[in-house]
């Protein structure tokens, strides 16, 4: 009996995710059909992998919302080169600039202790401004065959991206739980000064974490042209309303130290299977915007409710 | 701090590194009358004026919850949210008194609700961030679904539009209102005893709740003044344009900050005041214009101001070692 109910409490984010699924499943005609399923699991995956990224912030105990403008410029400058260099060397420049972004980002929040949030907020305009100056703020498309091709291998109704985006899981969930840097991780974000007492390189860590995020936004946003086949200035703007809340939900909390790559993953596919869901009751554009943001703000007031309930001012 | 035997140059040295936002302001206005001949013609002065009231007036707000330990990056909503029903309630009902007054009710409910949530959370600024993160993306939503993504047109009463384009003697409406603003918010946190509270509950909220200040009204005060700015700021520019866009306010509450802290309103809350916030305003409205001047695209306008940003809170930081 014990046993079953540490079962549901430690896994109910993947019990509700399959509730939903199946009650969606139930109620709603066009849910289960294979059109809906592969753009289900296509919408999964490019988030899904910045939303890893932004967990190694979390755990840190760190905050950086420029993942959204990150994706943006990555991409641009993707499809940009795509048509120059060829498939591979563009990916690999792209996966490049994006740990560049998580360096200056990093730089400022580790050399100088500033407040991470303000920081992130500079830079994810500086980044989205780069982004909008070298494409003239105009959309760059481009149907690269390679692109094509990937977009096109499916297994069943998943696409191999979504495959990506578990292979990225799996290897963050083994980084985190099985080196000591990812243990280090949970040190850090548990309690900073602690941390220094016991001699970690805090700074290196801190710096690290943001390079982490900025390549996996890197790897986010060449995941996402592989559908898209056009990046512009203004891609991925609602990224950090969209990400936050599936880390949180998963399970990480802001306060740091709590939470990992697994749980994560299910807090990512829960969330996207209610967006899906909210665009399967035809709720307006707008009116999604509002739900999202309403889910954001309520995770993020019980999260922190629970983290400091027991303050009194 | 003063030593009796402390040399003139120490002091000059203090009184500077104390004062480098003044030094800046005056750095741009040299610079700005070097730029252009007409730089200190009376009509440049009072249209630049003019031009900075509404940046002004938010950051008035945006001050107010850095002093009481917040942050707050929903006023740019906010002021979307104004914007679109004061104009929009104007249009239907045809009185403009009424729109105003929707509009103030409107920004003092937003305000309220991010302070609720700052005395549910016991927040600081990392969670004022997070939290008025969220209420602004629900105040832009609440925005586009008013006005279903379109701009209003409608406003008609002369008085209305005076706010925004009149003078008196020469000297713009919407200026004098911001310098007034400025001077009531200055008299209440330097000179009485309610503002003295709010200051040192922004300054260390522990030890303000061991005097036996209530530190939850403190936040609730001062982000309510954050949104009745907003909706001020949202009535003077929508008098000026006489049209309201649901995007009027992206990037708004950005600039605010900007004004704000280059200013010299330390981030941690306790310090600052009105003074900073008009220097913090002026060199803004300066940079703006010098970057105008010189036919700067306003993406890369961004670029720099993040970059002067980033600046002022590294200079914060370092003042605060």
């Not at chain 1, 802001?254 to 807090?267: D, E, Q, V």
């Not at chain 1, 554009?285 to 999202?292: F, Y």
């Not at chain 2, 942050?71 to 403009?96: H, P, Q, R, W, Y």
Request: proline share 2%.
């Amino acid at each position: 009996m014990i046993k079953t109910r540490k079962f549901i409490s430690d896994s109910r984010i993947p019990l509700l995710a399959l509730a939903i699924f199946v009650s969606m499943s139930l109620t709603n005609e066009y849910f289960f059909k294979p059109v809906n399923m592969t753009g289900l699991f296509e919408s999964i995956s490019a988030y899904g992998i910045v939303a890893i990224g932004f967990t190694f912030v979390l755990l840190c105990g760190q905050l950086d919302i420029s993942m959204g403008s990150v994706m943006a410029l990555t991409a641009c400058v993707f499809m940009m080169l795509l048509p120059i260099v060829g498939f591979v060397p563009a990916m690999l420049i792209a996966l490049m600039l994006g740990c560049v972004c998580g360096v200056i980002t990093g730089f400022f929040v580790a050399t100088f202790r500033l407040p991470p949030f303000i920081v992130s907020m500079t830079m994810q305009l500086a980044y989205r401004g780069i982004a909008l100056t070298i494409t003239s703020s105009t959309p760059v498309s481009n149907m690269h065959p390679t692109l094509l091709a990937i977009s096109e291998v499916m297994i069943g109704p998943v696409p191999i991206t979504f495959f990506l985006f578990i292979m990225v899981a799996l290897i963050a969930h083994y980084v985190l739980t099985q080196t000591q840097y990812g243990r280090n991780l949970y040190v850090i974000g548990g309690n900073i000064n602690v941390a220094d007492n016991l001699g970690l390189h805090v700074k290196g860590h801190l710096w690290s974490v943001f390079v982490v995020q900025g390549f996996f936004a890197a790897l986010g946003g060449i995941v996402m042209m592989t559908r898209m086949f056009s990046a512009s200035g203004n891609l991925a703007l609602d990224g950090p309303l969209n990400i936050i809340p599936m880390v949180i939900v998963g399970g990480t909390a802001f306060s740091g130290g709590k939470g990992g790559a697994i749980k994560t993953l299910w807090g990512v596919i829960l969330m996207n299977i209610i967006y899906n869901a909210m665009s399967m009751f035809s709720l307006q554009a707008n009116m999604q915007e509002m739900v999202k943001g309403l889910i954001l703000l309520i995770i993020i007031v019980a999260d922190k409710y629970m983290e400091n309930r027991f303050q009194k001012v | 701090m003063s030593d009796v035997n402390e040399s003139k140059w120490n002091k000059i040295g203090g009184w500077t590194r104390d004062n480098t936002n003044l030094l800046l302001l005056i750095a741009l206005i040299i610079a700005g009358a070097l730029l252009s001949e007409n730089f200190f013609s009376w009509t440049n002065l009072m249209n630049l004026m003019r031009r900075i009231s509404v940046n002004g007036v938010m950051a008035i707000g945006f001050t107010m919850t850095l002093l009481v330990g917040g942050f707050d990056l929903s006023i740019g909503a906010t002021l979307s949210m104004c914007a679109v029903l004061c104009v929009g309630v104007e249009k239907s009902s045809g009185s403009a008194a009424l729109g105003m007054a929707v509009a103030l009710s409107a920004g003092l409910a937003m305000g309220a609700f991010n302070g609720v949530l700052m005395m549910v959370t016991r927040g600081g600024s990392g969670e004022a961030f997070l939290i008025t993160l969220a209420t602004g993306m629900v105040g832009t939503a609440i925005a586009l679904t008013y006005c279903s993504g379109l701009d209003i047109y409608g406003v008609n009463a002369d008085w209305y539009k005076a706010i925004g384009q009149g003078n008196v003697a020469t000297f713009p409406i919407a200026a004098i209102i911001w310098i007034i603003l400025m001077v009531i918010m200055q008299v209440i946190i330097k000179k009485t005893q309610f503002g003295r509270r709010l200051l040192l509950s922004g300054a260390n909220k522990k030890s303000a709740f061991l005097v036996g200040i209530d530190v939850n009204a403190m936040k609730l005060v001062g982000f309510t003044i954050a949104g009745l700015m907003a909706a001020v700021a949202a009535i003077i520019m929508t008098s000026r344009t006489t049209a309201a866009s649901p995007y009027s306010g992206n990037g708004a509450d950005f600039d605010a900050a900007i004004a704000s802290i280059v200013g010299g309103n330390s981030l941690v809350g306790g310090k600052g005041g009105m003074v900073q916030v008009l220097i913090g305003v002026m060199i803004y409205g300066l940079i703006t214009n010098i970057l105008n001047l010189t036919g700067v695209d306003s993406v890369v306008q961004y670029i720099v101001k993040g970059a002067v940003l980033l600046l002022a809170i590294c200079l914060d930081k370092l003042n605060r070692r």
